[in-house]
C-alpha cells in the first residue's frame, strides 16, 4: 500500500508564496508520474501540475503557469509544488496524487493514490 504524506501549505498574503511538499512510500517512486490537485469549497477538484518519474516532463493548468513550479527528488520519494505570486483565488485544500503508470496526465482518475490534504489560504 502507498502512503503519500503531504506537508507544508498555510496561510499567505496575495502575492507571496508557500512551498508544498509529498512523501511517498515505496521503492518505485521514480517509475511513477505525480501530481498535483486543488480542491476549492463548492468546486470540483481541479487539475495543477504533474511532472514524468524522472522529472524531464511537466505539465500545468494554465491558471498557475509561470507561477507554480512542480518538481521531485527521487532520492527522498518526494514531490514538491513551489506556490509563487499567490492569489486569492489559488485558496483550496491541495491534494498530492500518484498517477497509475507513466502518463503526465490532468485526469484525476488516472490517479489512484492519494494525499491528505493541506489547506492554502491566500488573503487579499
Known amino acids: 500500500q502507498v502512503q503519500l504524506v503531504q506537508s507544508g501549505g498555510g496561510l499567505v498574503q496575495a502575492g507571496g508564496s508557500l512551498r508544498l511538499s509529498c512523501a511517498a512510500s515505496?521503492?518505485?517512486?521514480?517509475?511513477?508520474?505525480m501530481g498535483w490537485f486543488r480542491q476549492a469549497p463548492r468546486k470540483e477538484r481541479e487539475f495543477v501540475a504533474a511532472?514524468?518519474?524522472?522529472?524531464?516532463?511537466?505539465r500545468y493548468a494554465d491558471s498557475v503557469k509561470g507561477r507554480f513550479t512542480i518538481s521531485r527528488d527521487n532520492a527522498k520519494n518526494t514531490v514538491y509544488l513551489q506556490m509563487n505570486s499567490l492569489k486569492p483565488e489559488d485558496t483550496a485544500v491541495y491534494y498530492c496524487?500518484?498517477?497509475?503508470?507513466?502518463?503526465?496526465?490532468?485526469?484525476?482518475?488516472?490517479?489512484?493514490?492519494w494525499g491528505q490534504g493541506t489547506q492554502v489560504t491566500v488573503s487579499s
Open positions: 496524487a500518484r498517477d497509475r503508470g507513466m502518463v503526465v496526465s490532468a485526469l484525476p482518475q488516472r490517479y489512484n493514490y
Open positions: 511532472i514524468s518519474g524522472g522529472g524531464d516532463t511537466t
Open positions: 515505496g521503492r518505485t517512486f521514480s517509475n511513477y508520474v
